[in-house]
């Protein structure tokens, strides 16, 4: 984020990272499932300094009527940063980076969903990145499930999101946007933790093997800390469950 | 690519019970990449390139070298931008117009690929800290489609790298200038190679061909380095993978690329 320090220590001798927190340890995660009046369901996360909101439609019909599948609903996901969510102003129009993000989330939430129960049809994602601190597309995920389980879409599990990554030489779970700048690998996981299956995983950095067998295990169990919380905002809308 | 017919369906049932027996519908092993063949300098006007026939599927890649303007937040560093687009004449299905999401997902993780290996040393790029940089471009076209274009096109841009050679320019009264007809090869750190994998039900195929990669249920791309060393990965596909097969896939990505890392560095040293 622009201006950061060049010699900013990124993990102390306690193993203390930049903004305070254990290698082990995710940032601050707030899910609220609902939230939209016109969407058929909905969700809103903070991730740190992530706030992103997503808005479900469907199974609807499908327009332009050829994308249509007669075995199967489609999927179609959108991932979309609004111009002031990063430091310097976005070009509102979707990037190459957007599109491919897009893909990867809709590719993520493709196994969970049970869109064969709906054939001709189509479930709309659409996902507006507020503000962006790094790791968005994992805390886009993690809310996308929520708000497919909101709409009421049958789905066999949900898709829970983190990233670990590497970070002074140490493997570090959630990696923030000064650590994914200065750092020197990050991993985004997407994970079904019922069905134990990892549905999204991208990887820019250097590991050697045996960093890469951690990097997946410390990813797979942020995203059971995820899930949790994934269930935990469902509760609360439907149950009243409130704890805090 | 993925348009369903029903003789796709059929080929789909015909490649899964091949596989239940530990056969491919071409023969190969689980773990066998096709036959690749390289021709370097296919294009002699770039400063390098390089054809390749992977399997059935070809692509050419060029490498233009040119003096840039550095990033705003990288003034000492040169550039490097890889690209890739699938030419019409490719696959009946491809349209000209704007690029389709599964073409700018290919570009970007082909991209991605080279750069995370750090392959071209850009530090070594810079004609003028902060004014001036040289600025170096792959660009992959395909012009024939039989299924891994992310190998074929990672490839066809490090084999092109590899055999590239750039000019000299220097500052002269605040002008980039060329220095002499002297032509040095692109400084290069490490050989990345990418080996896509597919799944088909709970079999994990290496490279698969046209047929395969309509019938996959998932894939994921490695790319690993000339240290063995892991360095950038994308997972695709309408299914998952297990922790297991991750982990499988990454030792696979290894074993395998290093074999095609000696490719490429045979047509690297026939080039010389």
Known sequence: MGGQDATMVLLDENGIRCDGRKIDEPRRIMIKA?????????????????KIL????????VHPKHMSDTDTGILRVRYHMEPFSVSDRKNPAPSRREIEISKVIKEALEPAVMLEKFPRTAVDVFIEVLQADGGTRCAALSAASVALADAGI??????????SGKVADTIVLDVNNEEDQAGQADMPIGYMPSLEKITLLQLDGVLSPEEYKKCVEVGVNGCKIVYELQKKALNDKYFGTKSD | MASRTVIGELKKIQILELLEQGKRIDG????????????????????????????????????????????????????????????????????????????????????????????VDVSQLVIEKDKSVVGVFADIVVIDYDGNLFDACSYAAT???????????????DKVTRVDEDETPLPTTTI?????????????????????????????????????NICALQKGGTD????????????????IGAKIREKLKESQQESQ
């Not at chain 2, 190679?193 to 088909?200: D, E, N, P, Y």
């Open chain 2, 192 to 228: 990345p190679v990418s080996v896509t994998m597919g799944k088909i039900g709970n079999h994990i195929i290496v490279d698969p061909n046209g047929d395969e990669w309509a019938s996959m249920d998932a894939r994921i791309t490695i790319t690993s380095d000339s240290d063995g």
């Open chain 1, 154 to 163: 049958p789905m066999r599990d949900m898709v829970a999101a983190c990233a």
């Open chain 1, 54 to 61: 997503v808005g479900v439609f469907g199974p609807r019909d």
């Open chain 2, 28 to 119: 190969r092993a689980l773990d066998e990449p096709r036959e690749i063949s390289i021709e370097i300098n296919a294009i002699p006007k770039a400063n390098g390139s390089a054809r390749i026939f992977l399997g059935d599927t070809e692509v050419v890649c060029g490498v233009k070298i040119q003096p840039d303007r550095p990033f705003p937040d990288m003034g000492d560093k040169g550039i490097f931008i890889c690209t890739a687009e699938l030419l019409p004449l490719s696959h009946p299905t491809v349209e000209t117009g704007p690029p389709q999401p599964h073409v700018i997902e290919l570009a970007r993780v082909t991209d991605r690929g080279i750069r995370e290996s750090h392959m």
């Open chain 2, 240 to 255: 998952g993978f297990t922790q297991d097969e991750i982990i499988q896939c990454g030792e696979l990505s290894v074993r």
């Open chain 2, 159 to 173: 084999a092109a790298l590899l055999t590239s050679k750039t000019p000299k320019w220097t500052m002269v009264d």
């Open chain 1, 34 to 50: 609902g939230g939209l009046k016109n969407a058929d369901g909905s969700a809103y996360i903070e991730f740190g300094d992530n």
